[in-house]
């Protein structure tokens, strides 16, 4: 086993609660545990399975990798430690835009800080989406727990690993359709896996960040529609700018934020999310957690 450790400086303000919320999520704590004051997840990088221990202290993530094997992972590592605490996407730059603005100043005010936090990568935040379209958050977890059971691995701890996409290309559709997928999702999920284990489709992002490339391929494989890329490109990439106008909860959001007696269209609601480009994600995560607690803003309800 090899052992990399990391301590990662948080910024003022920072919300830790809102990271152990979003990664408590699956109770039964198959690829994910959680305390009151850190977290540990199993992840594959190149086919090697990854335990993270990520604990906060007032100012600082002590963070340790446990690598079953002597590969050269610390890069990619550090990158999933990047999207697990939520720091890709920096809050101030919207907090900024919206400080004089009548209906969002106030939702920022009343959670400042307030972060979007990722999937470990690409790949486990697109098949989520996959997973949890058109479901109840209950019943998407249930999935995706059966999913992390039949294709990921486990770390010589005893901690399932979410599966990369050479794992979930090996399943056969009815592995999932047995275990309570619909057959139009197994396939997407499928379909998927073998473009990206093919070489087909590829999931970097180039050097220039720039998404429009990624949108297209990803919008160009049966199944996959604007909501799941936005979401993609939201918990996979940390992109700042992700309209997520089909979201049900956002929409739900802007209708009350507007005081209005029904949610407005998807169509009214993207052209009102365009006044806060290039900064739309972090106005979506300031909607949703109008709805929800603080430390429960999701994007788990969807159209």
């Known amino acids: 086993m090899t052992l990399l450790h990391w301590t990662l400086p948080l910024p003022a303000g920072y919300r830790r609660d809102d990271v152990i919320a979003f990664h408590s999520r699956d109770g039964e704590a198959v690829a994910e545990q959680v305390t009151p004051t850190g977290l540990r997840k199993g992840i594959l990088l190149r086919g090697v399975p990854v335990a993270l221990d990520v604990a906060f202290t007032d100012d600082a993530a002590i963070c340790r990798a446990e690598i079953d094997g002597a590969a050269d992972l610390e890069t990619a590592l550090y990158d999933a430690l990047l999207n697990i605490l939520g720091l890709r996407i920096d809050p101030q730059p919207f907090a900024q835009l919206a400080a004089n603005d009548t209906l969002l100043a106030p939702l920022v005010r009343r959670n400042p800080g307030l972060r979007i936090v990722q999937s470990a990568s690409p790949f486990e935040a ?103 890329v936005n979401y993609a490109l939201l918990r996979g990439y940390g992109y700042a700018d992700c309209s997520l106008h089909g979201d049900v909860a956002i929409r739900a959001a802007l209708q009350k934020l507007l005081g209005e007696e029904a949610k407005p269209d998807m169509a009214r609601t993207e052209q009102w999310l365009r006044q806060y480009a290039p900064h739309r994600t972090m106005a979506a995560a300031h909607l949703w957690a109008s709805l929800h607690a603080p430390a429960k803003n999701s994007v788990e309800e969807r159209e």
């Open 126 to 228: 697109l098949t989520w989406a996959i997973i949890g379209q058109q479901i109840n958050l209950p019943f998407a977890i249930s999935l995706r727990r059966t999913f992390i059971l039949q294709a990921g691995r486990r770390h010589g701890s005893g901690l399932w690993c979410y599966p990369e996409a050479r794992d979930v290309a090996r399943l056969a559709i009815e592995d999932l359709t047995s275990r309570k997928f619909s057959r139009a999702k197994a396939e997407t999920v499928l379909r998927l896996a073998r473009l990206v284990d093919d070489g087909a489709l590829s999931l970097e992002l180039p050097e220039s960040g720039e998404v429009a490339a990624i949108s297209q391929s990803l919008l160009a494989v049966k199944g996959i529609g604007p909501w799941t």
